[in-house]
Nanobody, 125 residues
Framework: QVQLVESGGGTVQAGDSLRLSCAASGRTFSRYTMGWFRQGPGKEREFVGAISSSGSFAAYADSVKGRFTISRDNVKNTVNLQMNSLKPEDTGVYYC??????????????????WGQGTQVTVSS
């Protein structure tokens, strides 16, 4: 049984940083792309970024490029999302997900299979 558990969410002020983590179990973690999506209030879920199975390649949404960084540890089966210079529009529930091993990593939701429950990030102005 595949499980993805996100942690690290919280409430911060604009300009602050936050680091989200996702712990994976139930499959060979190192074989899969790991992605992050988010859903803001009243918005559809959107792609944030993803990292290839080996960690050698990462892709980001334009809205977070230069501010967010994804990393992974294939020994600890974890993936992290470092978020810097946070803005109020970054507010939302952040989800960790697994996807096919591809470069560049996919950015569409339907290409990902397992999802975590999400962790709330709130950025106040």
């Amino acid at each position: 049984q595949v499980q993805l558990v996100e942690s690290g969410g919280g409430t911060v002020q604009a300009g602050d940083s936050l680091r989200l983590s996702c712990a994976a179990s139930g499959r060979t973690f190192s074989r899969y792309t790991m992605g992050w999506f988010r859903q803001g209030p009243g918005k559809e879920r959107e792609f944030v970024g993803a990292i290839s199975s080996s960690g050698s390649f990462a892709a980001y949404a334009d809205s977070v490029k230069g501010r967010f960084t994804i990393s992974r540890d294939n020994v600890k089966n974890t993936v992290n999302l470092q978020m810097n210079s946070l803005k109020p529009e970054d507010t939302g529930v952040y989800y960790c997900t697994t996807g096919p091993p591809r470069i560049p990593p996919p950015s569409r939701q339907y290409e990902y299979d397992y999802w975590g429950q999400g962790t709330q990030v709130t950025v106040s102005s």
